[in-house]
């Protein structure tokens, strides 16, 4: 079947992915973008470095293990010493900061719950940097930065708008969760990192596969078949090492490769294809099964390389533990053979495995946690987390300069700026509306991404689960605020005063994040603040 002529294309209308059939203009016409690339990535990098340099500054302060890095900065040492994660002796910690490395460990493996990625990261930050706060906090804040640079490049492909782009990458440096959490060796800044690459690359495809619609000679129900998706294979190498760093990445994985599916089939049926919904499944979802599903399995398990070296340790130490059935007989035989070899190891990995999801499943049911968030309140930030505190700092004493009986505190509190996440909330629901409303695709990317990362976990919200979860969703919601930012400055073609009174606006409201966040820097940094300038910032009594 033949693409249809611009007659046809105008009496055709959108799909529920909100594509709409291209003119023959604009099947050959790229995005426009309203900047040389050059200099776009020249201000995107100067954006990254500038998050860089805020992020590393005094980075091994405080000079201690902050919540859960006492964790996963020991795990990432002996994960690259030993293969996998060992037991520490009980003083361990103190006898790392003092900088005595010998007699950590204390015997087998540790029962670990998360999947390696994120502490082989570390654990190489610290091999090369040292086993110091400096080192084990390296990584993150390099791919906090990171992340921003990425965040920038999707906003502008989406949006078309260099300047947009720009200003996402922004609200994302100046934002007080993103920020703390990469200054943290915690995995969750790990997992946003790869989550944001695997859409950033899917969206990427998406461009991709149009234009070589556009430039194909003849577009019928079947053809073109387009087996080759370099974006897509980069999408799937981030969605394998997003699952090895944290299990929760599985629910953005699937709901974006439907997502996927469905550009697929909308593209075709825009350029004229029938029946666009049930070939596309054919010719596009079943090859992507190899891209987004078989290779992010493969490369998931090769993450276990170091368990499966080492697995015969783990069979002895683990195989009996709380969280699930005797793992076999077979562990207490040597294996013979080399079938036995080669596949005894992921039997073991499979019955670890298992041990692990009853954990995560049930073995946390009556816990509790006083930093613990109920994630329905999330994107209002009903409760962060006080990752360190220094409380009853002597008047004078560290320059503190309380009077009249008072004293002064430090506080790291991850806690993402007030007014970012306000406006974002606001922003997540306009996005709903206008996908829904407009049937714009760009619209879906917001909905999506904030929706499978926050709405799963209202089904644990009995269980110890922390604010600092929702980091992985904080892309697409900055994305959405950014859109709504562009909606409110108006189209280029706009009246001269229509644009001044949306400059105005939107400007406000970047330069507000900005503000709110300079404000919050002391509690975001370890700073010296007396009660009443602590007390100033702590806006609602659950922040405490």
Same mark, same amino acid.
């Given at each position: 079947?033949?693409?249809?002529?611009?007659s046809d294309?105008?009496t055709?209308?959108r799909?529920?992915?909100?594509d709409?059939?291209?003119?023959?203009a604009?099947?050959?016409?790229?995005?426009?973008?309203?900047?040389?690339?050059?200099?776009?990535?020249?201000?995107?990098?100067?954006?990254?470095?500038?998050?860089?340099? $805020?992020?590393?500054?005094? #980075?091994?302060?405080?000079?201690?293990f902050?919540?859960?890095?006492?964790?996963?900065?020991?795990?990432?040492?002996?994960?690259?010493?030993?293969?996998?994660?060992?037991n520490?002796?009980?003083?361990? !910690?103190?006898?790392?900061l003092a900088?005595?490395?010998?007699?950590?460990?204390?015997?087998?493996?540790?029962m670990v719950?998360?999947?390696?990625?994120?502490?082989?990261?570390?654990?190489?930050?610290? @091999?090369?940097?040292?086993f110091?706060?400096?080192?084990?906090?390296?990584?993150?804040?390099?791919?906090?930065?990171?992340?921003?640079?990425?965040?920038?490049r999707?906003?502008?492909?989406?949006?078309?708008?260099?300047m #947009?782009?720009?200003?996402?990458g922004?609200?994302?440096?100046?934002?007080?969760?993103?920020?703390v959490?990469?200054?943290?060796?915690?995995?969750?800044?790990f997992?946003?990192?790869?989550?944001?690459c695997?859409?950033?690359?899917?969206?990427?495809?998406r461009?991709?596969?149009?234009?070589?619609?556009?430039?194909?000679?003849?577009?019928?129900?079947?053809?073109?078949?387009?087996?080759?998706?370099?974006? #897509?294979l980069?999408?799937? $190498?981030?969605?394998?090492?997003?699952?090895?760093?944290?299990?929760?990445?599985?629910?953005?994985?699937?709901?974006?490769?439907?997502?996927?599916?469905?550009?697929?089939?909308?593209?075709?049926?825009?350029?004229?294809v029938?029946r666009?919904?049930?070939?596309?499944?054919?010719?596009?979802?079943?090859?992507?099964?190899?891209?987004?599903?078989?290779?992010?399995?493969?490369?998931?398990?090769?993450?276990?390389?170091?368990?499966?070296l080492?697995s015969?340790v783990?069979?002895?130490?683990?195989?009996?533990?709380?969280?699930?059935?005797?793992?076999?007989?077979?562990?207490?035989?040597?294996?013979?053979?080399?079938?036995?070899?080669?596949?005894?190891?992921?039997?073991?990995?499979?019955?670890?495995?298992?041990?692990?999801?009853?954990?995560?499943?049930?073995?946390? !049911?009556?816990?509790?946690?006083?930093?613990?968030?109920?994630?329905?309140?999330?994107?209002?930030? !009903?409760?962060?987390?006080?990752?360190?505190?220094?409380?009853?700092?002597?008047?004078?004493?560290?320059?503190?300069?309380?009077?009249?009986?008072?004293?002064? @505190?430090r506080?790291? @509190?991850?806690?993402?700026?007030p007014?970012?996440?306000w406006?974002?909330?606001?922003?997540?629901?306009?996005?709903?509306?206008?996908?829904?409303?407009?049937?714009?695709?760009?619209?879906?990317?917001?909905?999506i991404?904030?929706?499978?990362?926050?709405?799963?976990?209202l089904?644990?919200?009995?269980?110890?689960?922390?604010?600092?979860?929702?980091?992985?969703?904080?892309?697409?919601?900055?994305?959405?605020?950014?859109?709504?930012?562009?909606?409110?400055?108006?189209?280029?073609?706009?009246?001269?005063?229509?644009?001044?009174?949306?400059?105005?606006?939107?400007?406000?409201?970047?330069?507000?994040?900005?503000?709110?966040?300079?404000?919050f820097?002391?509690?975001?940094?370890?700073?010296?603040?007396? =009660?009443? =300038?602590?007390?100033?910032?702590?806006?609602?009594?659950?922040w405490?």
């Amino acid at each position: 079947m033949a693409r249809p002529d611009r007659s046809d294309v105008a009496t055709l209308s959108r799909t529920a992915t909100g594509d709409h059939v291209p003119t023959a203009a604009e099947r050959t016409r790229p995005r426009a973008v309203d900047v040389d690339p050059v200099i776009s990535w020249a201000a995107s990098a100067a954006v990254a470095f500038f998050a860089a340099f $805020i992020r590393l500054w005094k #980075l091994d302060s405080p000079k201690s293990f902050l919540f859960d890095e006492t964790y996963y900065a020991k795990d990432g040492w002996s994960i690259v010493h030993k293969g996998y994660a060992a037991n520490y002796v009980d003083n361990a !910690n103190t006898k790392i900061l003092a900088g005595h490395l010998h007699g950590l460990y204390s015997g087998g493996p540790e029962m670990v719950v998360h999947p390696e990625v994120g502490k082989w990261i570390i654990g190489a930050s610290e @091999l090369v940097f040292g086993f110091t706060p400096f080192g084990w906090r390296l990584a993150p804040a390099l791919f906090g930065s990171m992340m921003v640079l990425v965040m920038i490049r999707l906003a502008r492909r989406v949006t078309g708008s260099t300047m #947009l782009g720009l200003v996402a990458g922004l609200l994302m440096t100046f934002d007080g969760l993103q920020f703390v959490l990469s200054r943290l060796a915690l995995l969750d800044i790990f997992e946003a990192f790869f989550v944001l690459c695997a859409v950033s690359c899917l969206v990427a495809d998406r461009d991709w596969f149009r234009a070589r619609l556009a430039a194909a000679e003849d577009v019928g129900d079947w053809t073109p078949k387009i087996w080759w998706r370099p974006w #897509l294979l980069m999408t799937g $190498i981030w969605w394998g090492l997003a699952l090895g760093t944290k299990w929760s990445a599985l629910y953005p994985m699937a709901a974006f490769g439907i997502l996927y599916w469905l550009w697929c089939a909308g593209a075709r049926r825009s350029f004229g294809v029938r029946r666009s919904l049930r070939n596309s499944v054919i010719i596009d979802a079943l090859p992507a099964l190899g891209y987004l599903v078989l290779l992010p399995v493969v490369i998931y398990v090769f993450t276990w390389t170091g368990w499966l070296l080492h697995s015969g340790v783990y069979e002895q130490h683990l195989s009996r533990t709380q969280y699930g059935p005797y793992w076999g007989s077979y562990v207490q035989h040597p294996p013979h053979g080399f079938f036995q070899h080669v596949f005894r190891p992921f039997r073991s990995l499979w019955h670890y495995h298992q041990d692990v999801w009853s954990f995560q499943t049930h073995g946390l !049911n009556t816990a509790h946690h006083v930093y613990q968030s109920n994630p329905e309140g999330w994107l209002i930030l !009903n409760r962060p987390v006080g990752v360190d505190a220094q409380l009853n700092i002597a008047a004078g004493a560290q320059g503190c300069t309380a009077t009249g009986g008072a004293t002064c @505190l430090r506080q790291v @509190l991850l806690l993402g700026t007030p007014v970012l996440w306000w406006f974002g909330a606001v922003a997540f629901v306009w996005s709903a509306v206008c996908w829904v409303g407009k049937r714009d695709w760009r619209y879906g990317i917001v909905v999506i991404g904030v929706a499978v990362n926050w709405l799963p976990w209202l089904r644990f919200d009995t269980r110890p689960i922390f604010s600092y979860y929702a980091i992985v969703m904080e892309p697409f919601l900055i994305l959405g605020a950014v859109m709504l930012l562009g909606e409110i400055l108006g189209k280029a073609d706009a009246t001269v005063r229509r644009r001044q009174i949306g400059a105005v606006v939107a400007g406000t409201v970047v330069v507000a994040v900005i503000a709110n966040f300079a404000y919050f820097w002391p509690i975001y940094t370890d700073g010296l603040l007396t =009660q009443t =300038q602590w007390l100033h910032r702590i806006w609602f009594e659950r922040w405490i």
